[in-house]
């Protein structure tokens, strides 16, 4: 069973990689495959094939920002979790290292 998790484990980093990886790069691809299809649509304005190209082009864009900033709430929810759930022990040791401190002194 474990063989079969590490080999489906290494299709699935693959798989997140060139799906979910470098995420501003494809923003920036997007956005300027979004920007050629308004020019292109600037200059064919009655060519029902600039309209549609350029619709996609948006909305794909769109989406990738909206994935983009939901990623990073998500990511600010779990680092400030991680700070509330680390701050209060490092207080609690803090208290027993310094109530240490006192201790065989005269």
């Known amino acids: ?3 079969k998790l590490k080999r489906l484990k290494t299709h699935l980093r ?3 990689d060139s799906h979910f990886g470098d995420v501003s790069k494809k923003i920036e691809e997007l956005s300027l495959r979004s920007e050629h299809a308004q020019i292109k649509l600037g200059q064919n304005y009655v060519e029902p094939d600039s309209i549609l190209e350029e619709r996609n ?3 794909a ?3 990738a920002l909206k994935a983009n900033a939901l990623y990073l ?3 600010a929810r779990v680092d ?3 700070k509330k759930l680390l701050e209060p022990r490092t207080e609690f040791f803090k208290g ?3 109530s240490r401190d006192g201790e ?3």
């Open 1 to 3: 069973m474990l063989p």
């Open 14 to 16: 693959t798989i997140n």
């Open 57 to 59: 082009a948006r909305q």
């Open 61 to 63: 864009y769109l989406l």
């Open 73 to 75: 709430q998500q990511k």
């Open 80 to 82: 400030s979790l991680e």
């Open 96 to 98: 027993l290292h310094d």
């Open 104 to 106: 065989g002194q005269l």
